[in-house]
């Protein structure tokens, strides 16, 4: 748009580098070029601003398949204007020489004509492609018809517009369709994923069964060789009962020897030491025999006198000694009375 200011009735119009300005007084062209800046008036001016810069024009319509399935197709038309005088010439450019705004409202126009005859292209291929290959191949197919068709289009040069690029963003089918055709891909990949779970348990399972069998086998062998440990330690029960019983039968016959010849030698000393004494006590009886009984008598007192415990005095009256000496008088013949026999 245009920037306009007043000075005592005169208008100055400054434009941007991206609108091309015709200025017309009297029916001549006394301005024409893109990013102009003059002084007018404004009740002899005729003044028409077309933009030389690069549009998007975004569009989105319906379409049908040959499968009788509705799709929607989002596309975007890039296009210029190349011919501002025809432009200006075809289309209502004209702008109100006191505020510069439009008249009318020519892009609203363009936009018609260029959505109007993609429309018409892209419906056409589309009503001659199912809606499986539209949602497949249907993008560069409609694109490439877009691109064709608009090149074709006599009323675009004619108008002075160049296209620039066509882009087709998605052809997408109703919200129902699409989730039918998703399901098919969905259960797939669900079976996909089940699959990839049944796997990972069966292979889960086939550790958890080597593990088992692996724990079990280890058990047998532990159970053998607890078995094998338990008739080691037997056989060596048996072997150390054996040892200590051939041990205990040396022991009890060097014992039983021992004790034999402790007794024949206890036995010996025994016969040895009766014999002495028989001899001893024979000799004792042939010479008390021998000799009389005062002798006997002396003798007897002498070995009372070394048994008697030790006597610091003792006090023998006339009676006792009498007694004792008649005792001993009456004694000594039966004594050797006795030695004799």
Known sequence: MADITRRLGWRHLRSAPTAHIRHHRGGKLVHDGAGLSFWYRSLSAALSEVPVNDRELEMAFHAR??????VTVQATVTYRISDPAAAAGRLDFSVDPDTGQWRGA???????????????HALDVLARTALSAALVDGVNAVRERITAGLGREPRLPATGIELVAVRVVAIRPEAEVERALRTPARE???????????????VAVERERAIAENELASQIELARREEQLVEQRGT???REAEENAAADEVRATAEAARTVRLAE???SSARTVGEAKAAAQTAWLRA????DAATLTALNAGHLADNLPRIDSLTISPDVLTSLLERLGHGAPAAGARAGR
């Open 288 to 291: 008390h025999a021998e000799v």
């Open 65 to 70: 398949t040959s499968d009788f399935q509705d």
């Open 188 to 202: 797939e990949i669900q079976q996909e994923a089940d699959r990839a779970t049944y796997e990972r348990r069966a």
């Open 265 to 267: 030698a206890e036995a």
């Open 106 to 120: 020519p892009l609203e126009q363009l936009a018609t004509l260029l959505t109007e005859t993609a429309q018409q």
């Open 236 to 238: 060596n029960a048996r």
